[in-house]
């Protein structure tokens, strides 16, 4: 299957709890990484990728995340006659990521349930699932690699990084063995947020899927898990146990950076590294940012 008729579906439900009072009436998704949203981010990463169908499942809390990728013809006009055409072709830029349709899922039941609701959407073909709390680092290519990997090895593949074993309790953790690629490991199970003493490795499972049709099926007959919501990673832990329709499930390991902003410290250090890179403030930022901690550290000692 070429990139280009592959679907994405991007679960965007969630009330974004832990930013509260920020996010009582601005969804999650719209929390600014310097001058772009953490949705617009991923969007972005899937349309490098060549994944140009998305489906966005949301709660009937986020008309504003709609907007945002609505054109907004007013402020189109406003950018002509001022002659702002540097404003304007960001403003174009948010239409024109991908062909976006969006479901709404009506009651917040977890990410498995977000995909299972999205079935009727992507129908019999494999499709990528991409949480928008996490921001790839756009050189790592994460998602044309997997897609790699599915098209060599079928089946499912999950996104999968190292962190430190007490760590392990905040993510899925994999059960794997070896491959004859470096990046590539074979999934044998999958525990949803185990106690550091049961995590099966140090691989956890980062907010990258390419999904086999069959996850449906495996998921409208999974039971609600850790939390009460139905997990997909239990789905994939019945299809990588047994042998299934839906084929094997592999890992790709990250090569790249990560950043985690489904909490204030991860958005925190992800907008200073994104900041610092930016082209237009990077420079200045990095000179500020560079006299700030001196300074702090001067006080502290």
């Known amino acids: 299957m070429a990139a280009s008729e592959m679907k994405c579906v991007i679960p965007a439900a ?11 009436a601005i969804p999650k998704e719209l929390m600014p990484l310097v001058d772009k949203p953490v949705a617009q981010h991923v969007l972005e990463e899937a349309a490098a990728a060549g994944l140009r169908q998305a ?33 304007l072709a960001k403003s174009l830029a948010c239409s024109g990521l991908a062909e976006l349709h969006y479901m709404r899922q009506g009651e917040t039941r977890g990410v498995g349930h977000a995909v299972l609701c999205a079935r009727s959407y992507v129908g019999d073909q494999p499709f990528a699932v991409l949480l928008p709390d996490e921001v790839m680092d756009p050189q790592a290519r994460l998602l044309e690699r997997m897609m790699a990997v599915r098209r060599d090895m079928g089946g499912s593949i ?95 390991i990250l090569s790249g950076r990560r950043h985690d902003t489904g909490n204030p410290d991860g958005y925190l250090r992800a907008t200073v590294e994104l900041a610092c890179a930016h082209t237009e403030i990077g420079p200045q930022f990095r000179s500020w940012l560079r006299t700030y901690v001196a300074d702090r550290c001067r006080e502290e000692d």
Request: glycine fraction near 10%; charged fraction near 25%; include cysteine.
């Open 14 to 24: 969630g009330y974004g709890t832990r930013f509260l009072p920020a996010t009582k």
């Open 55 to 87: 489906l966005m499942v949301v709660g009937r809390h986020k008309q504003a995340l709609l907007d945002h990728f609505d054109r907004s013809f007013e402020l189109e006009q406003h950018l002509i006659r001022s002659g702002n055409d540097s404003a």
């Open 158 to 252: 999950v996104a999968l990084t190292r962190v430190d074993p007490s760590e392990i309790h905040l993510y899925g953790s994999a059960r794997v063995e070896p491959t004859a690629e470096k990046d590539v490991v074979r999934i044998t199970g999958l525990i949803e947020k185990p106690e550091t003493d049961e995590a099966p490795s140090d691989l956890a499972v980062v907010g990258r899927f390419i999904l086999d049709p069959h996850i449906f099926g495996e998921l409208a007959h999974t039971p609600p898990g850790h939390g009460g919501e139905l997990q997909l990673t239990d789905a994939l832990d019945t299809m990588a146990c047994q042998d299934s329709d839906g084929g094997p499930v592999h890992g790709v």
